[in-house]
C-alpha cells in the first residue's frame, strides 16, 4: 500500500491549520498566555483545551499498549470516521464497501461525503462473503468498513476473513470495535504492524460507559494518524471531556468489572429468552445485546412500549426480518424487561 496515493489531492497540498496551542503550547503556568484571545478571567475554562489530547492519549497508550503516536481522538467515533472519509475519499470520484446489515452511520457519511457505496451483504449467520467482497473492489475503492462484533448482529467475525481482505486490498480497511471489550477475541490493535493499510476505531461509549462524553479512539500508523491530525477541528475535544475521559482511564477496573457483570446478565437473558415463545431465534453474541427473531417485530415491539421498555426494532435490515435487539441492562432492569416478556407471553 502507497499512502500517498490514497490521500486526497486538497488534503495532500493543504496546510493544517495552526492554533495559539500549536505555535506555544505549556504547562507551566509561569507563562502569561495572551496569545489566542481568551477570556483571561479564571473560570477553570477559560483557556482553550489542549488540541491533541496529550494526557488523555498517554493514558489510553498505557491502557491499550500501543504509541501514543498512533492514537488520534474524536468528538465520538462517528467524528472519526468522518475524519476518514475526508482525508481519503475523493466526492463524488471514491467508492467504499459496506457489509449490511451493519452500523448505518457508514452510509450516512458516505452519503454526506458524496462518495459511492458497494454494499455486499453478509452471508447468513452474518459472516464475511469474503469472495463478494474482494470481488466488488475496483480501483475507486478506497475504504471497507468491518464492524466487528458487528452491530447489530452482535457475533465477532472471523478473524481469518478480515486477514484475508487486509492482505487482498491495496485501500484502507476500517474495522470497528465499538464492542471489543464485550467478545471472547481481542482487538485487532495488535495487526497494526502488520497491516499499514488497517484503522480500528474505538469508543469511551459502551464498555466505558461515558456515551455522554462522546469520546472516540482511533488507532492506525503512524503516517495515517498524521494524516488525520492534518485535517481535524483544532479543539475538536473539549477540555470536561477531557478531564472526565482521563479519569475513566484512571478507574479503568470499575468498567472491566461492569463488562463482566454485563456478559454473565447477558447469558442469562440468552437463557431465560428461550422460554419465551414468541421469540423464536437468539443470535449468538459477543456484544452488550441480543439479537432475536420473533414471530412479529412490529407487534412484540409495541407491546414492550405500552410497558414503558424501548428495545431496537431491527426488521428493515437485511437478514434482520422480524428481528429486535435487545441491550443488556443492570441486573434490575433485566429483571424488568423478563417479567414484561413472561406478561405478554400470557
Request: charged share 25%; with cysteine; hydrophobic share 40%.
Amino acid at each position: 500500500m502507497i499512502l500517498d496515493n490514497l490521500i486526497r489531492k486538497n488534503v495532500k497540498n493543504m496546510s493544517a491549520y495552526s492554533s495559539a496551542r500549536d505555535e506555544f503550547n505549556a504547562d507551566d503556568q509561569n507563562y502569561l498566555f495572551l496569545d489566542a484571545n481568551e477570556n483571561p478571567f479564571d473560570s477553570d475554562y477559560n483557556r482553550y483545551p489542549d488540541p491533541y489530547q496529550n494526557a488523555l492519549k498517554d493514558a489510553i497508550s498505557k491502557i491499550k499498549q500501543i504509541p501514543k503516536e498512533n492514537i488520534v481522538l474524536g468528538n465520538g467515533s462517528d467524528e472519526v470516521l468522518d475524519l476518514i472519509f475526508r482525508a481519503f475519499c475523493e466526492p463524488k470520484e471514491d467508492e467504499i464497501i459496506t457489509m449490511p446489515p451493519t452500523y448505518g452511520m457508514y452510509d450516512v457519511l458516505a452519503n454526506l461525503n458524496a462518495i459511492k457505496t458497494v454494499q455486499v451483504r453478509l452471508k447468513e449467520g452474518f459472516q464475511i462473503d469474503v469472495q463478494g467482497v474482494l470481488s466488488a473492489i475496483t480501483d475507486k475503492t478506497k475504504l471497507i468498513f468491518i464492524c466487528s462484533p458487528n452491530n447489530p448482529s452482535g457475533n465477532l467475525l472471523q478473524i481469518n476473513d478480515v486477514k484475508n481482505i487486509l492482505d487482498h486490498f491495496s485501500g484502507l480497511v476500517v474495522i470497528d470495535e465499538a464492542y471489543i471489550d464485550f467478545a471472547t477475541s481481542s482487538s485487532f490493535i495488535s495487526e497494526l504492524n502488520d497491516y499499514p493499510n488497517l484503522i480500528i476505531t474505538q469508543t469511551f461509549s459502551k464498555a466505558l460507559a461515558h456515551a455522554g462524553i462522546r469520546v472516540g479512539m482511533c488507532f492506525a500508523s503512524e503516517r495515517i494518524i498524521t494524516v488525520l491530525n492534518k485535517i481535524k477541528p483544532p479543539y475538536n475535544i473539549n477540555q470536561l471531556s477531557q478531564t472526565k475521559a482521563l479519569e475513566v482511564i484512571q478507574n479503568f477496573d470499575t468498567y472491566i468489572f461492569q463488562v463482566q457483570i454485563i456478559k454473565s446478565e447477558r447469558e442469562l437473558i440468552a437463557n431465560e429468552l428461550k422460554k419465551v415463545s414468541w421469540i423464536k431465534h437468539i443470535f449468538p453474541s459477543e456484544s452488550n445485546f441480543l439479537l432475536c427473531r420473533v414471530d412479529s417485530a412490529n407487534l412484540r415491539y409495541g407491546q414492550l412500549l405500552e410497558k414503558k421498555i424501548v428495545v431496537r426494532n431491527r426488521t428493515n435490515q437485511p437478514l434482520c426480518e422480524n428481528c429486535l435487539r435487545f441491550t443488556v441492562g443492570t441486573p434490575e432492569q433485566n429483571q424488568t424487561l423478563l417479567n414484561a416478556l413472561k406478561e405478554i407471553n400470557s
